[in-house]
């Protein structure tokens, strides 16, 4: 960020407390300006404030009085005429009872690596953006309801590590997972929080520093630079944010004050046990105005082509309360957050993470709607994965949970996600939830994925899954890259790469994602056999794919499927190692309700696409 000197004026403290400064980054925490350093902190309620600086190498602290600001007493300033870059820093807040408090800066831009809990002052970036890099970003998300999306979903710390065995930099990382990404085939790459944060097993979920790219990977400049990097290879990059709830160490924001400052003054919406995080108050104009910033800071300065919120239902929904009553405070939130982002960044990707069934999450604020762009189906996650889990031959008596998801597909846009919500805690990955031999599981993971594919909806991917990881993601050092060095990963890798590229190219797939006339049923009901047959179609008639899968162990010779014309249909795409490239004749024979059909061999556990056979006139 370019440090130039600001001053907090009666209009933007007034922008400040009734939750309208999106840059409030620019007014607080430390900056460098010259050669000297000045210090802004919100503070209300204490009766004297200090700031404690440490020289690098150090260890003996300089303590430099705050003072009120001469127009808001909850604002607490000092300019150091010293330039304090790199020095660590803190600050000693004296509460009306006496009490000593030692804080780290909430709008610090960096901090140092845990376990040490201290801001630092940050320099100015020497990072320069690039006009190709700042043109891709604009083009990025361009039209992206129509256009395919396939979501890299990984935690940086345990994606890969180095020769040494240590956390890959940010530079490091480029190096190393743009490759990947591109060679996969996935459009869109999306980090776990890097957001500050003290515990490594948090997965960055309970963060810190909400301006500060955490220390264990690099520096800003570092992340710049692999942020330029994924933009110049045409990646999407999406950051994991959190608005909702925040980390309990007393370093960081919890109790700042001494008193119930950022969270929920309300004890009964303090806390979320699950997780033992602490909820925002969004009622407060400040706090709403810090986590603006946040938002924009992460837009402004490290050129994110978007966000996926976590833990919405702890705003759209009263916390704690297990009829899931609405909650009007976070809604308003959520709706001011949505359209400020929009406004000022028009290019970026909102998507919703879990929002049960809040209606209208990814509707415009002006029709009443939350705003977002997509919002993660977890309807159809967890109904295909327990359908998966069940035994083959039992799968006939649950099939309405494999069909279920089309009674509601369209009443929100909608992103296919596996994550790691799904292959942790002893969920097993998503290999090993499935039933039968090594081979049987292997075979149904290449249905399940292409089953993902096939479905309306963009996509999402834990890292690991696309490869058939073995294990489910423990946090251990990385993923367990040797397995590929036997014959059935590399298999899986291979057909994940393959599917990626077919999805791709195949616009039935993507372009009416979100519009009924991109899907029809042509057997959904077939649950003695455990088969589902549909349609996709895109803009074009020429484009229309027929699908089919069967989800039995069962292979089905001659098996009769409907289809709508009477041409020749190729087989474009396979989950399974035989029978790739086939072409059968429509017959005169209607099935299904359609006044066609044709007959294939439908071997176990397998997904087959087929399509109109391109040069071929019709019999008609």
């Known amino acids: 960020m370019n440090q130039s000197t600001v001053q907090l004026t009666q209009k933007e403290l007034e922008a400040f407390h009734t939750g309208q400064m999106k840059d409030a980054y620019r007014y607080f925490g430390a900056h460098t300006i010259g050669d000297q350093t000045s210090f802004t902190l919100w503070v209300p309620q204490v009766t004297k404030v200090s700031v404690a600086c440490i020289e690098p190498g150090s260890l003996s602290e300089e303590i430099f009085q705050m003072e009120q600001h001469p127009l808001d007493e909850t604002i607490w300033q000092v300019q150091v005429p010293r330039k304090l870059t790199g020095y660590a820093y803190e600050y000693i807040l004296e509460t009306p009872n006496s009490d000593i408090l030692r804080k780290s800066d909430p709008y610090a831009r960096s901090s140092e690596k845990r376990p040490k809990t201290k801001s630092i002052v940050a320099g100015a970036s020497k990072h320069t953006w690039s006009k190709a890099v700042l043109n891709q970003k604009k083009i990025q998300n361009k039209n992206h309801f129509e256009k395919p999306m396939a979501i890299y979903e990984l935690h940086i710390g345990t994606w890969k590590r180095n020769a040494q065995g240590d956390f890959l930099s940010y530079r490091e990382l480029a190096t190393k997972l743009i490759p990947y990404v591109l060679e996969m085939g996935f459009t869109h790459i999306e980090i776990l929080p890097i957001t500050e944060h003290p515990l490594d097993e948090s997965w960055g979920y309970q963060t810190t520093g909400y301006f500060a790219p955490t220390s264990r990977y690099g520096t800003s400049d570092d992340l710049k630079y692999f942020i330029a990097q994924c933009a110049e290879n045409k990646i999407g990059l999406i950051l994991d944010w959190i608005p909702g709830h925040f980390c309990v160490d007393e370093h960081a924001l919890a109790r700042f004050n001494g008193n119930y400052l950022y969270e929920s003054e309300l004890e009964e919406r303090r806390?979320?046990?699950?997780?033992g995080t602490l909820n925002f108050d969004v009622t407060k104009g400040e706090v709403v105005s810090f986590l603006l910033s946040s938002s924009h800071y992460w837009l402004e300065e490290f050129k994110f082509d978007g966000f996926r919120m976590d833990a919405l239902i702890c705003l759209l929904f009263?916390?704690?309360?297990?009829?899931?009553?609405?909650?009007?405070?976070?809604?308003?939130?959520?709706?001011?957050l949505t359209n400020n982002l929009k406004e000022f960044h028009p290019h970026v990707l909102l998507i919703a993470e879990d929002?049960?069934?809040?209606?209208?999450?990814?509707?415009d604020v002006a029709d009443g709607g939350i705003g977002f762009h997509y919002k993660w189906n977890f309807g159809w996650m967890r109904d295909t994965l327990d359908y998966m889990e069940v035994q083959p031959s039992k799968r006939s008596e649950v099939h309405g949970k494999m069909n279920f998801s089309l009674m509601y597909q369209y009443e929100e846009r909608y992103l296919l996600a596996l994550s790691h919500d799904e292959v942790v805690n002893g969920e097993a990955s998503l290999l090993n939830k499935l039933p039968g031999t090594l081979d049987d599981r292997f075979s149904q993971l290449r249905l399940l994925l292409g089953f993902w594919i096939a479905h309306p909806g963009k996509k999402l991917l834990f890292m690991g899954q696309e490869f058939g990881h073995f294990e489910e993601w423990e946090f251990k050092p990385e993923l367990d890259w040797a397995s590929l060095e036997t014959e059935n990963h590399k298999k899986m890798a291979n057909f994940t790469k393959e599917l990626l590229g077919f999805y791709k190219t195949e616009k039935a797939f993507f372009e009416l994602d979100d519009h009924p006339d991109g899907f029809s049923w042509i057997d959904a009901d077939n649950h003695q056999q455990s088969v589902a047959a549909f349609i996709r179609r895109g803009h074009m008639e020429e484009d229309e794919c027929i699908v089919v899968c069967n989800f039995s162990e069962r292979n089905y010779e001659n098996f009769k499927l409907g289809v709508p014309k009477l041409t020749d249909y190729e087989k474009i795409f396979t989950t399974s190692n035989e029978n790739?490239?086939?072409?059968?004749?429509?017959?005169?024979?209607?099935?299904?309700?359609?006044?066609?059909?044709?007959?294939?061999?439908?071997?176990?556990?397998?997904?087959?696409?087929?399509?109109k056979r391109m040069g071929v006139k019709k019999n008609e």
């Open 580 to 611: 790739r490239k086939v072409v059968v004749k429509a017959l005169a024979d209607s099935s299904d309700d359609l006044p066609y059909s044709i007959q294939m061999d439908l071997p176990a556990f397998t997904m087959n696409i087929w399509k």
């Open 271 to 275: 806390m979320n046990p699950d997780w």
């Open 318 to 336: 009263v916390p704690n309360i297990e009829e899931r009553q609405p909650n009007q405070q976070g809604t308003d939130f959520l709706q001011k």
């Open 355 to 363: 929002a049960w069934n809040y209606p209208k999450v990814t509707h």
